[in-house]
């Protein structure tokens, strides 16, 4: 109920003004803000729904105002209607910032944390809450494709050499290395309904990430969901059609130009070619569908000091290759309740996923290659279905029939459920203990039939598989926290204990020969059955200490010692220390003058060891296994597969991460203009790799050991701005730019001759032949960087393949002989680029008009290179007839290659690219009396500037082989509050 203040002044021509008052980052309305006729008491306070109603006279002006918000001075005009959205006001608000077993505000944070929150996620079509940061946040890369639901690649402040993956914490729960994902599904966190998803927060450097000790050494990313407020019950909609279409496609010939080019380099095919003129992109490829629909409900109960969340969230999207699929329903709860005069808190959350996915085969690089003059169907083809097929069994298999006799299929349960308890003591004031109890359960089942029809099949009559996985995370964390002020000193200090014990079991059958049996298809020849069950625990003791002096002079320390069972007793403990200092610059009383430039301005330091335990199970000891049936020993008429123990290095121990960062904190104009400057140095000591080892020195070719160091460090820039604010139009802008240089400072513990001798060791499989690599782990050099032969090149740039004109494109002639031996081998090959980027950036835009709102996302990555897998494995003109007809890469035409040549410098590019991520237009309707609805229309994947000549720069590693092809997604949709 509006609350009416006295009026003092008198007024001619009063008219009735209504609106709603909302925060700008969240859109949820703010009961209680104060709506004041300037220069009067002539005011009232919005009701429980954040509306208003005031008598006003003409020409007046509203003061409005909450507290932790920016007052805001709208002149009223011929409104009647006025709806505004209150910035918070970072000065009084004091923004709190999760780090990790608490909370500090963001004036007094000395380590390197970001904080996104739902204003800036990315708009469209969101499968999981990983997804809403990329492009958001400096220094930190995040890679997908196109597949529906798929999984990201997530990398901070640079690469290393094993288990990069960054820890994720949603709501106070560490989840299993790379999200615990299992057999069944594609990205582990799909089970969460992305828009239950507050804020999220990520650690990057050694002192904010050193509480999580072990696993903080890739750096930690907080999830913290939305909570329910006291007041009415709300409840929300949000419902959308999506359309995605396929863009861009390899630069194969069409039937046109392989005719041509069957005329011009094989005329001896010409007359066996076929009728027909086959699209196989189109056949394989559609327009993809997708529907999404979320409900939520929230409110709380001001006597029972109970406030609760719920939301059901059903997704389903359909892939641009046929026969992909995601479907997801997402259920969860969050309830908040206070007890015995606010002493307790206890917070319950559960969140459950349920996904469905169809793992259609990813046949671009076969739809790529098929002869575009044959057919797909052959109704005399009986046996492989009615598809044409070669007889060839080597050669490419119709990729149409390879989708349909295909059948794989996937789908998962996941269940994160927790209890936070706090308890504040009442007779030690500032002191109060915390536990957080949680379980993650999540179950995976992954069915994939190959059908007898199906020329893959053709050796084995249909083949069968079916993996049935469980992983179990149970966490027990209790610790406490004590809040003391002693004159101008400030102490926060944190203490616990955690206890993390992670299972694995897995069920797997494999046969061939399928049969139908009872309706269903099963194997009944070769049929092998595998299961085990797998067990780690992580136990910890950790501290924090957090200290200002007079708040002007900060101090961090945090100290957290990990035990964890995948290492030895003698190496199993880890310490993991780091210290942190800041300095308010502003606070002293020489930085008076300071003043008029800057509202804020801190300096800050800081020095931290981190870990990395992300490797397999018991590799500190030998166990046994058994062979592989190839390797069976026989005893008379019968095989026997042999056990074999497992090689291993017992003094493995951790991996640690040394971090040093240097950064400045500043504040402009009252805020409208904040920014942050970081220097870092990433150490890897230790490294976790698995390497090939002397014959007869251990009980296999390769262990599990460590192996050397590697080096990150960079510098990164944030501007967060208010470009433009007026009475009916508001700009926002958020950017970020990261450099980073990495490099391989020391391998195998090799120095000096022993180095010199020691090329480094293989990486980055290819396409296009057995067994060869196009990368390589150097010291000296970036971690994976190219290595190939250095191409000689003609005036216009163009490769060089005859130069004597007797049509043998020999490799001497083509590619430079390094060392001068006269012949063109191994030791030729060079170091050639790198496939990660010497910049990130990333732009947000978010504009407000009246009723209308404008968002959109740039992202950029530069210096990153790119090796086109696809133009090296098809693009050479003895291609068109190897085995049978084939089509070729047009990129044939720009080198004149008769022959394959992997190896060669020409094939990688600089994919440098700055890309429009996605932009969002939505209308928010003001007549509406019963709920507040925005409708709203998003394009993601909107143009992409490259030079690369591929189907897509954006490629993790650097190897372009035919990955999922990326679409542009249309989005139409509908948001409504009642």
């Known amino acids: 109920m509006s609350v009416l203040f006295v009026s003092l002044g008198a007024y001619a021509q009063e008219r009735q003004v209504r ?94 944390v970001s904080k996104v929150d739902a204003k800036n996620f990315n708009k469209g079509v969101i499968n999981a809450p990983d997804k809403l940061l990329d492009g958001k946040v400096a220094g930190l890369q995040i890679t997908s494709n196109g597949d529906p639901g798929g999984g990201t690649s997530i990398r901070l402040r640079g690469v290393s050499i094993n288990g990069e993956f960054p820890l994720i914490v949603i709501d106070g729960v560490p989840l299993d290395g790379g999200g615990g994902g299992v057999a069944g599904g594609r990205n582990p966190l799909n089970f969460m309904n992305p828009s239950d998803v507050l804020d999220i927060t990520v650690l990057k450097d050694a002192s904010a990430a050193a509480i999580y000790g072990a696993r903080g050494a890739n750096g930690v990313i907080i999830i913290t969901t939305k909570s329910g407020t006291t007041g009415k019950p709300r409840v929300s909609y949000d419902g959308g059609y999506s359309a995605s279409i396929l863009t861009r496609r390899p630069d194969f010939l069409d039937a046109a130009q392989y005719r041509a080019a069957i005329n011009l380099k094989a005329p001896q095919e010409l007359n066996d070619l076929g009728d027909a003129n086959t699209d196989w992109i189109k056949e394989v490829t559609q327009v993809a569908n997708t529907m999404q629909h979320n409900i939520s409900l929230s409110g709380g109960f001001a006597n029972t000091k109970t406030n609760y969340h719920a939301s059901v969230n059903y997704l389903k999207n359909e892939g641009v290759m046929r026969f992909t699929e995601n479907e997801k329903l997402n259920l969860s709860l969050k309830l908040n309740q206070k007890l015995f005069n606010d002493k307790l808190s206890i917070t319950v959350n559960s969140k459950n996923g349920f996904t469905w996915d169809l793992f259609g085969p990813n046949v671009i690089g076969s739809a790529s290659a098929f002869d575009p003059t044959r057919p797909v169907l052959d109704p005399d083809n009986t046996l492989r279905g009615g598809y044409f097929q070669w007889d060839d069994a080597l050669a490419t298999p119709n990729p149409v029939a390879t989708q349909e006799l295909t059948d794989n299929q996937g789908n998962t349960f996941r269940n994160i459920s927790n209890a936070d308890l706090e308890y504040k003591v009442p007779f030690i004031d500032g002191l109060s203990l915390k536990a957080n109890l949680a379980i993650d359960y999540n179950r995976g089942y992954y069915k994939g039939i190959a059908y007898p029809e199906a020329k893959e099949s053709l050796a084995n009559g249909g083949s069968g598989t079916t993996t049935d996985e469980v992983r179990f995370n149970q966490l027990y964390e209790y610790y406490g926290n004590y809040k003391k002020k002693v004159g101008v000193h400030n102490f926060d200090i944190t203490a616990g204990y955690a206890w993390q014990n992670f299972t694995l079991e897995r069920d797997s059958e494999f046969g061939d020969s399928l049969r139908q049996v009872n309706g269903t298809w099963q194997p009944t020849y070769n049929v092998r059955q595998d299961s085990f069950d797998l067990e780690n625990r992580l136990i910890s003791f950790f501290a924090r200490l957090n200290y200002d002096y007079q708040g002007k002079y900060l101090l961090t320390a945090s100290i957290r010692r990990d035990g964890s069972s995948k290492f030895g007793e003698s190496n199993r403990w880890g310490l993991f220390p780091a210290v942190a200092l800041g300095w308010r610059v502003l606070e002293e009383d020489f930085a008076e003058g300071l003043k008029s430039v800057f509202n804020e301005l801190k300096v800050r330091g800081s020095y931290g060891i981190t870990g990395n335990e992300q490797i397999g199970n018991y590799l500190y000891a030998t166990y046994y296994r058994y062979s592989i049936a190839g390797a069976s020993y026989q005893f008379g008429d019968e095989y026997v597969r042999t056990i074999r123990p497992t090689g291993v290095d017992p003094n493995i121990k951790w991996e640690e991460t040394a971090s040093l960062n240097i950064g400045i904190d500043a504040g402009f104009f009252a805020g409208r203009l904040n920014t942050s400057i970081e220097y870092y140095q990433k150490d890897v000591y230790d490294l976790l790799y698995n390497i090939a080892v002397p014959a007869g020195s251990n009980l296999s070719d390769r262990v599990t050991t460590n192996i050397g160091q590697v080096r990150n460090s960079g510098f990164e820039l944030n501007l967060d701005a208010v ?146 897998n696809v133009a090296s494995a098809n693009g050479y003109f003895e291609r068109l007839t190897d085995r049978v007809t084939n089509n070729i890469h047009q990129s044939a035409f720009e080198t004149n290659f008769n022959r394959r040549n992997l190896f060669s410098d020409y094939y990688v590019e600089n994919a440098s690219f700055v890309r429009l991520d996605n932009i969002s237009l939505g209308y928010n309707f003001q007549n509406v009396s019963f709920a507040k609805i ?19 720069p954006e490629i993790f590693g650097g190897i372009d082989n035919n990955l999922y092809p990326r679409s542009i997604t249309f989005t139409l949709g509908v948001n409504a509050t009642f």
Not at 25 to 54: C, H, Q, R, Y
Not at 769 to 781: A, F, K, P
Not at 934 to 952: E, H, I, K, P
């Open 723 to 868: 470009a433009y604010d007026r009475t009916d139009f508001r700009w926002d802008l958020s950017y970020n730019v990261s450099y980073n240089k990495n490099e391989v400072i020391k391998l195998d513990n090799l120095e000096g001759e022993n180095l010199r001798d020691f090329p480094g060791y293989p990486t980055g499989g290819i396409s296009g032949d057995i067994g060869n690599t196009i990368q390589i782990l150097r010291v000296g050099e970036p971690i994976n960087a190219f290595y190939t032969y250095k191409h000689k090149r003609n005036a216009d740039g163009s490769p060089v393949t005859d130069v004597n004109g007797d049509g043998i494109q020999s490799l001497l002639e083509m590619y430079e002989d390094i060392n001068e031996d006269g012949t063109i081998n191994e030791n030729d090959l060079v170091v050639n680029e790198k496939p990660f980027p010497n910049f990130l950036m990333g732009l947000t835009s978010n504009m407000s008009y009246k009723n209308w709102d404008l968002a959109m996302t740039f992202k950029a990555s530069l210096g990153n290179y790119v090796y086109n």
């Open 19 to 112: 609106g709603t008052i909302s925060d700008y980052s969240t859109g949820e309305t703010l009961p209680g803000a104060s709506v004041l006729v300037k220069g009067t008491t002539n005011g009232v306070t919005t009701d429980i729904d954040g509306k208003f109603a005031l008598s006003i006279p003409d020409g007046a002006t509203l003061v409005v105002s909450f507290i932790g918000y920016e007052t805001e001075e709208i002149i009223v005009g011929s409104r009647s209607v006025i709806d505004i959205a209150l910035m918070p006001d970072i000065q009084s608000l004091n923004e709190v910032v999760v780090v990790g077993y608490g909370s500090v505000e963001k004036k007094d944070v000395t380590g390197v």
């Open 934 to 952: 925005r409708a709203y229309t998003t394009v993601q994947n909107v143009f992409t500037l490259t030079g690369y000549s591929g189907v897509d």
